[in-house]
């Protein structure tokens, strides 16, 4: 099946530096990878995704990049405030019939220091 | 709209035990997906719905079911309950179609003692 890693496992950042996380995935076929980000005590929130028929997708401070050939895309986080802090999970969803599981990876946990 | 909404929020249960767990999910939504949440696995998939059909399970022993209802809303079960079932369970909606949005309720934290 779908393998992710996500890179780093933590990181921190001084407030108003940005943050980047990396991860990669194993099977060429997936063409779906959302990013959650999750709040101690809360279920994972969608911040933003990308489908494999785009390179770049923004949204305010939020960026994912995809490289298929190299399968692997990454979260950009700019000019990072205090509420930024938390878990984030990169996903790739298989296509086929694994097309309704999303895949995680172990998660980064950002602490923007202020 | 609301959310997604699982119940109970917070369950203890004893080894042997079974235990139910409810999700609704996002009004209009077909598709539900359970997931399993530990420090040391992560997020691992069990199953997914889509009109009252599993269409996807993950590699979870059979002590782990679920089923959909009519109006969308899914259970799951858990037999025979284990220590190692201790865990954060999670579901998530989505409308069904590939690769869309998929939206977590909050969750239940399961323990067993």
């Known amino acids: 099946g779908e393998n992710v890693e996500q890179h780093p496992s933590t990181l921190s950042v001084q407030e108003g530096d940005s943050a980047v996380i990396k991860c990669t995935y194993s099977?060429?076929?997936?063409?779906?990878f959302p990013w959650y980000k999750q709040e101690l005590g809360k279920g994972p929130q969608l911040i933003i995704d990308i489908r494999s028929n785009v390179g770049e997708k923004k949204d305010q401070r939020i960026a994912v990049t995809l490289n298929k050939t190299a399968k692997h895309f990454s979260l950009h986080i700019t000019e990072t405030q205090p509420e930024d802090s938390a878990v984030y999970f990169c996903a790739a969803s298989m296509g086929g019939g694994d097309d309704y599981k999303l895949s995680f990876g172990a998660g980064t946990t950002v602490t923007v220091r202020a | 709209k609301a959310g997604v909404t699982q119940t109970p929020r917070y369950l203890i249960k004893t080894r042997g035990q079974q235990v139910t767990l409810s999700c609704s999910p996002i009004?209009?939504?077909?598709?539900v997906s359970w997931y399993q949440q530990t420090p040391g696995q992560g997020l691992q998939f069990l199953f997914e719905?889509?009109?009252?059909?599993?269409?996807n399970k993950g590699n979870f022993p059979g002590r782990f079911s679920g089923r959909q209802f009519s109006n969308s809303r899914s259970e799951m079960n858990v037999s025979t309950l284990e220590l190692g079932d201790s865990a954060l369970y999670l579901c998530?909606?989505?409308?069904?179609?590939?690769?869309?949005?998929?939206?977590f309720g909050q969750g239940t934290r399961l323990t067993v003692v």
């Open positions: 099977d060429s076929a997936s063409n779906y």
């Open positions: 719905y889509f009109s009252e059909t599993q269409r």
């Open positions: 009004s209009g939504h077909r598709s």
């Open positions: 998530a909606s989505s409308t069904g179609q590939t690769n869309t949005e998929a939206f």
